[in-house]
């Protein structure tokens, strides 16, 4: 795929940023008795993050107005400056004195690499999300982070949307909200739906790649996404953001603070409402959330408890659309005729809607779940050079789906058949609604030792102890047919139960001027427990406990000042979710754990103050390499259980190898350009595919390596902007990503073409008398109105041709759309 003229561009229009230059300010934040750098220090620039530089630098640019500049680091007093405008000099230096109010970032610390811990990661600021938080789920607003694919059922980004790293899926990626587990215990899987616009209320993310260090919740296999909500403004507040754009896609909110009163209480808050009727048809969604945070905090004690929930109704979209609503060939939608996956009124509709047919035509066809969070976080003090961040946390949740069945056998219910006269009727028409009634309850502790007098160790010992009790239950709410049934009737339950315990140390340690070692050690129980009756009237009796070691180390090496060698060994094991264990075919063995060894190596490069493009340059480039070796790993099949999950199978040995390359430059922040590349082999070992013969004998292919599936060879992301007026910023955002597999057969007949996105963003901010800030923005999305697809599924068996026939579904994602903004700061 061809990258190269969005590069180009870049490089024509950095030529011309000499005449744009302005700097921006370089800070050091050092100890201010002894001088010792503090380079873990928190600098935050008008409310936002601002990103360490390297070197224990942090810099900023300022425009014209009022801003605050607050610095913060265990152990100190807080230091505010207020500026008018840029400062005097581009290089400043900064003292903090002992004895401190804590920050939340004492709890956050512990989850977080550092140029220190030979990982790879990526941060994410406030400021970075606001840029492109129009509405769309998070996984869009992280879209241009290394080796990221993301996917939307309905479409546009709204509603149930998911994410890939390395080409592994949200069950294989380590989510958590202040250091509290976001994953769901069961299916390890993160439903961001349940929390719409989670983004307006966190003030800094990071996204770890690979095994990454010991965070609480499962193992990560791809990645880990860590997100903070825990700062709040010394200021007061109130803002409000409104979006309108395609597909009747409206998004409102309102965010208000109440600053710092008496010097030491904070309240922050903020309520969402986001609804659209969804690119694909009948794909509507209707989400509703808020978030609201009340804190202490004091000489070395801070205390704050957080509450957040989301509520969404979305009309049901998982089952995608059959390839030849895409193709538009009638010889395939005949087949799907003849083979029972369509009936002649579905080919119909196929014939009419296209691309944005929707499977479902019942009116209630819905999925109805809320989800309320409840954290109470303590950040202590223990001195000049300890300190403990801990967490006790509650999440509720609970819902519904409703769907409508047609021609289902009584039996499959638990229910007699009906008798009419001489007619014994065994099928119905029904409406049944499968529900989730859960609780997840427990602690988190982080106790940090970072010393004041020497900045060259640091330790961390940390862990949590957390439960899960989930109740799953089918009732029937109506019967074209039946003998007699009571109101809502359950015709299934199963109750599961999980206990996971971790405990974690990890430190770091200049060993040398120029060396650096890191270590982290991590032990984990599991205990999981199913009984009761599945959907299909089986009965489960599920019990795995699982015991886990996981150590890592690294190493990093100081070439010069802003450049860094680093490697890193991490093993990362983790038990297998509940549909390995309850979707399997009877008689097939239970769900391996799987382990994996990771090792990762690379270089930085991180400057602020060259002179390439004008008076100030900031450079940053990482090459980053990764060998993943896995043993049992659990891959996708391609296919879907009755609720839209991926069906997954253990392989023997499998890997995945790449190189990560990213790369920003940025001219006095008038014109920047950042590039991500990710080139991998993704395989597995040893593959036997399966086949079958007319007389539906079984044919198992011979050994081969094959590629597995959903795993490109190539994600690419670019993005331009520049300020070619005051106030106005104008950016590119380009995606490509490469062939995609559906299963590991490694046939071109089941996969996701190769697809190409750009994007256009335009932000132009006013400062009127009256109120801070009102800034209008536009996000153009799919500029160039191409048709892609980005997720799908696959299966086959001998059909009516007495051939094997394969059918495959996809998720095809919005053509040319848009969502325009108004965002108002009071």
């Known amino acids: 795929m061809k990258t190269s003229f969005l590069t180009g561009a870049a490089l024509c229009v950095l030529a011309a940023a000499p005449a744009w230059a302005q700097g921006p300010a370089l800070i050091t934040v050092k100890d201010a008795a002894t001088g010792v750098v503090l380079p873990n220090a928190t600098v935050v620039l008008d409310g936002q993050p601002l990103p360490p530089t390297g070197g224990g630098q942090f810099e900023f640019t300022m425009g014209d107005g009022p801003h605050e500049l607050r610095i913060t680091f265990v152990g100190y007093e807080p230091l505010v400056r207020q500026y008018n405008g ?11 004195k002992p004895a401190t109010v804590l920050t939340g970032e004492a709890v956050v610390t512990a989850q977080r690499a550092s140029d220190r811990t030979a990982t790879a990661y990526t941060n994410v600021s406030k400021e970075d999300l606001a840029k492109r938080n129009f509405g769309q789920d998070l996984p869009y607003l992280l879209d241009q982070t290394p080796s990221l694919v993301v996917t939307s059922d309905a479409g546009a980004g709204v509603g149930y949307t998911d994410l890939r790293i390395r080409g592994t899926g949200t069950t294989g990626i380590n989510m958590t909200i202040n250091g509290v587990p976001l994953n769901d215990p069961e299916s390890r899987g993160a439903f961001l739906v349940n929390l719409p616009d989670l983004a307006s209320s966190i003030s800094s993310l990071q996204v770890q790649r690979g095994v990454g260090t010991s965070q609480n919740g499962g193992a990560a296999f791809g990645a880990s996404i860590n997100i903070s909500t825990l700062d709040s403004r010394r200021e007061a507040y109130a803002e409000s953001q409104n979006s309108y754009g395609s597909f009747n896609t409206w998004k409102n909110n309102l965010q208000f603070g109440s600053g710092l009163l008496g010097g030491h209480f904070t309240v922050d808050g903020r309520l969402s409402r986001i609804a659209t009727d969804g690119y694909m048809n009948r794909a509507s969604s209707d989400l509703k959330s808020y978030y609201l945070a009340a804190g202490y905090q004091g000489k070395s004690t801070q205390l704050k408890f957080i509450t957040f929930s989301g509520r969404e109704k979305t009309y049901q979209a998982w089952n995608g659309v059959p390839e030849p609503a895409i193709t538009g060939d009638p010889a395939l939608l005949q087949t799907y005729i003849d083979n029972g996956e369509l009936s002649a009124a579905n080919a119909e509709r196929v014939r009419q809607e296209g691309r944005r047919y929707s499977y479902y035509t019942y009116d209630n066809q819905t999925d109805n779940y809320q989800q309320n969070h409840y954290q109470l976080h303590l950040s202590q003090g223990l001195g000049p050079d300890w300190n403990i961040g801990a967490a006790l946390h509650l999440t509720r949740g609970f819902g519904y789906y409703e769907s409508f069945r047609a021609r289902r056998r009584l ?12 007619q014994t009727i065994s099928r119905t028409d029904l409406i049944d609604r499968k529900w989730l009634d859960n609780y997840f309850y427990g602690g988190t502790f982080a106790l940090n030792y970072q010393p004041r007098s020497n900045d060259r160790f640091q330790a961390t010992l940390g862990g949590a102890a957390n439960r899960f009790d989930n109740e799953h239950y089918g009732e029937i709410i109506w019967a074209q047919y039946a003998t007699t049934i009571a109101h809502r009737q359950r015709y299934y339950f199963n109750d599961a139960t999980k206990s996971d315990y971790n405990v974690y140390a990890r430190a770091t340690w200049q060993l040398l001027p120029r060396l650096g070692v890191y270590a982290d050690l991590q032990l984990r129980r599991i205990d999981y427990r199913i009984q009761g009756i599945n959907n299909d009237q089986r009965k489960l009796d599920t019990r795995a406990d699982y015991t886990f070691f996981n150590p890592k180390a690294g190493a990093t090496f100081t070439l010069a000042e802003g450049q860094q060698l680093y490697a890193s060994l991490a ?56 060998y993943m ?29 790449g190189v990560e390359l990213t790369g920003f430059v ?13 080139l991998s082999q993704n395989h597995i070992l040893d593959y036997r595919g399966v086949s079958y013969d007319a007389n539906f004998n079984p044919i198992e292919a011979a050994s081969r390596t094959s590629t597995i599936s959903y795993s490109p060879a190539l994600v690419s992301a670019q993005t331009l902007e520049g300020q070619p007026l005051k106030n106005l910023r104008l950016a590119l955002l380009y995606k490509a990503v490469s062939r995609q597999y559906l299963d590991n057969s490694e046939n071109q007949r089941r996969s996701l073409d190769p697809y190409q996105v750009l994007d256009l963003r335009i932000r132009y901010a006013i400062h009127p008398s009256f ?8 996000l153009v999305n799919n500029l160039l109105n191409r048709e892609y697809v980005t997720n799908g599924y696959t299966y086959s068996y001998i059909g009516a041709s007495r051939r094997e026939e394969t059918f495959n579904w996809y998720y095809p994602q919005a053509t040319r759309n848009f969502l325009a903004s108004v965002g108002v700061k009071f």
Do not use: C, M
Request: proline share 4%.
């Open 571 to 626: 093993v990362g094991q983790r038990e297998p979710v509940r549909s390995d264990f309850t979707d399997r075919p009877a008689g097939d063995v239970s769900a391996q754990a799987e382990r994996l060894d990771d090792f990762e190596a690379g270089y930085r490069f991180n400057r602020a103050d060259l002179r390439l493009l004008g008076p100030r340059t900031t450079l940053r480039l990482e090459a980053n390499g990764f």
């Open 771 to 778: 109120l801070k800030e009102i800034e209008l923005a536009l």
């Open 86 to 96: 840029r400062p005097d000099s581009r290089y400043l230096d900064f003292g903090l």
């Open 411 to 422: 039996s499959a219910y638990g229910l007699e058949n009906v008798v009419i006269g001489s």
């Open 666 to 678: 940025s001219a006095d922040d008038k014109i920047s350009f950042s590039t991500t590349q990710t």
């Open 629 to 657: 070796s896995y043993q049992n790993q659990l891959v996708a099949t391609g296919q879907l259980n009755d609720v839209g999950t991926p069906l997954r199978t253990n392989v023997a040995r499998s890997y995945r190898r």
